[in-house]
């Protein structure tokens, strides 16, 4: 066998790895990674029949089932110029057949799995040409959008509800996704994630696009990608980019590998590369003990990067990260860097057998490292870290400030709120902050604050922001000492296993939750359900649905005050949505639909005065 031979049997069987890898869910490099790595080997052996088949997915103990038309993979584009390119193509063979106007439509592309769905057989994207029956998914629990039958899609998770209850235990959404299709019995986290209505089947033809035409098509992807983006609660990783007109498709045809009429377009943050000196573990709020890399400094994206995160211990371990590693890094979207890929491996890898912050015996937890006691000090400080962040009306109180009050014992809240200018002084902060942080207390009480931040605040799990927002809709917040899951589940949107935990976290914190009613917090109440149709607003018992970049305030804010007022605040326009309030750069495609079922399409500003008529 040649060198060179050997060298692409090499390449292929690496290629082959991070596929699976792919496919099971834990990716180990990135899809541009990927792509750049098939990119090598197209140059070396151009006619390598990988190059020419549908990267294989594995459901081992699944039903094989034959696709009525191939599930075919998408050519790739990450550069302006690979888009042209492609743009050029289309021109030439459209021309050939005597087209001259060409329309693209561009369409998210999910992040998920790709599956199809007749209505009788849902199926797995397989090699392609065969996939795996996986009906179970629906009988698990996963919520086709739309109903079934509309053909071929993505079975994803709610971004905002991964990244809320679950990206602390998960590295990527497809992760648990993959686990939900592969496995027998659901873990906690999957059984959760379904109960709660979180997981998805989306089918392509549900999500919004937009149809450009191919002369500006160049100039109006990148705000289009922007507008697309902002509409889509899923995990995206680019656009789908396909020619519309059917006579097109047929003359341009596919190769084995994808159709010649369509291009995902990607982009790629910047990267650097640099080497490790050094791992820092670092403790959060649930436990979970994380790998951050000290890394030699190096300037990316106008800024002087020193620190890395590696994601996980399981990372860490699988690819041999450790001092004198060679790395790249990246930063999209100017963002927290992250590990790309790893170019040499370091030669020792270990790993802290003790908490960094406790020095208790740590656990494995899948790819985590886990510290369990509660009284840990980095979960303590990151608990009343988190309570003043969510809270957000006490300012001075950064994370420094926070680990130095908890390292001279005043480790809970109940004793942060007691101290006086005098305490603060002892602690070793100087006059003048230690009377801004005896401000910064009373005004978090003073200054109103809605019940749901407060009861967000306090870091119950299944508990974020919005579940607080809908569970004080129906029961005020000094009842929920007798709150039991019978209670919780009997709201829209609460699962068994989901209420059963906020029980039990509610149970556990009830007791330091009283005593902070008792400070005299001034609560702005979530409006009870049964209470809204008596109130005065313009909006009360109105459908409506925000979309768009506001000025006045985020969409957040402005959904809360309107949820305050009684109106039924809604994420997507339907048959009973009232008004659709656009800010800057609002989707066509809401405004679309909002004209379908005669919603009244108005302006952040016809809103406010709306809200306040003459």
């Known amino acids: 066998m040649s060198d060179n031979k050997a060298g692409v049997e090499q390449r292929i069987k690496k290629l082959e790895a991070y596929n699976s890898a792919y496919r099971d869910g834990k990716p180990l490099i990135s899809d ?5 790595l098939v ?3 197209r140059s070396i052996d151009p006619f390598n029949p990988f190059l020419n088949r549908v990267e294989p997915e594995d459901f081992k103990t699944k039903r094989e089932v034959r696709h009525p038309l191939p599930m075919l993979s998408i050519e790739k584009a990450y550069s302006q110029k690979e888009l042209e390119r492609f743009v050029i193509r289309v021109k030439k063979e459209a021309a050939e057949i005597g ?24 199926a797995s994207r397989g090699n392609g040409e065969i996939g795996y029956e996986i009906s179970s998914a629906f009988q698990k629990g996963v919520y086709p959008i739309g109903g079934r039958g509309l053909g071929i899609g993505e079975i994803v ?29 659901l873990n906690m986290f999957a059984e959760k994630a379904i109960e709660d209505r979180a997981v998805h089947f989306v089918p392509y033809v549900k ?134 890929k790893v170019i040499q491996p370091s030669v020792q890898t270990e790993f802290p057998e003790k908490c960094p912050s ?102 119950i799990s299944d508990l ?16 929920f000492g007798e709150l039991t899951r019978e209670d919780i589940i009997k709201i829209h949107g609460f699962g068994e296993k989901t209420s059963e935990s906020i029980e039990n976290g509610i149970q556990k914190v009830w007791e330091w939750m009283q005593h902070m009613m008792n400070l005299g917090f001034n609560l702005e ?50 048959t009973k949505t009232d008004y659709l309030v656009c800010g800057e750069k609002a989707g066509a495609g809401k405004i679309n639909k909002a004209k379908e079922v005669n919603a009244r399409v108005i302006t952040e500003e016809e809103y406010f005065k709306l809200l306040k008529p003459d």
């Open 32 to 36: 541009h990674e990927y792509d750049r």
């Open 39 to 41: 990119g090598e080997l």
């Open 99 to 122: 087209i001259r106007e060409i329309l693209f439509s561009i369409t998210p592309k999910l992040d998920g799995l790709a599956g199809r769905d007749d209505g009788n057989v849902f």
């Open 157 to 185: 998770i709610l971004k905002s509800y991964f990244d809320e209850h679950l990206s602390d235990n998960f590295e990527h959404p497809r992760n648990l996704v993959v686990g939900i299709i592969n496995s027998d019995t």
């Open 207 to 340: 999500l919004n696009s937009r149809e450009v035409a191919a002369e500006d098509l160049l100039s109006q992807i990148e705000e289009v990608t922007e507008k697309l983006f902002s509409e889509v609660d899923y995990p995206v990783d680019g656009m789908v980019v396909s020619v519309t007109d059917e006579r097109v498709r047929d003359h341009m045809g596919a190769t084995a590998h994808h159709y010649r009429w369509q291009i995902a377009v990607k982009k790629k943050g910047k990267t650097a590369v640099t080497s490790v000196i050094n791992i820092i573990w670092q403790v959060g709020r649930t436990g979970n003990v994380t790998p951050v890399l000290e890394v030699f400094p190096v300037s990316l994206s106008g800024a002087k990067i020193k620190r890395v995160t590696a994601h996980n211990a399981g990372k860490v371990k699988a690819e041999k990260i450790g001092p004198g590693a060679e790395i790249e890094i990246i930063r999209s979207g100017e963002v927290i860097p992250k590990l790309e």
């Open 358 to 459: 406790c020095n208790s015996i740590l656990s494995w937890d899948n790819d985590f490292l886990k510290c369990t006691m509660s009284s840990c000090p980095a979960q303590v400080e990151q608990g009343i870290f988190h309570f003043f962040k969510i809270l957000g009306t006490a300012e001075w109180f950064g994370i420094k400030t926070i680990q130095k009050l908890v390292s001279k014992g005043y480790d809970s809240l109940k004793k942060i709120y007691f101290m006086k200018e005098e305490d603060f002084i002892e602690v070793g902060f100087g006059p003048v902050q230690s009377k801004n942080l005896v401000n910064a207390l009373r005004i978090s009480k003073e200054k109103a604050v809605e019940d749901w931040r407060f009861l967000a605040a306090f870091g």
């Open 464 to 479: 974020g922001t919005g579940d607080s927002r809908k569970l004080l809709a129906h029961y005020r917040l000094e009842r």
């Open 525 to 574: 109440r979530t409006p009870l359900e049964d209470e809204k149709e008596a109130s005065d607003s313009s909006i009360a018992g109105k459908g409506i649905v925000f979309t768009g970049k506001m000025n006045k305030g985020s969409r957040e804010d402005m959904k809360a005050h309107a949820v305050n007022l009684g109106a039924r605040v809604q994420s997507a326009v339907n």
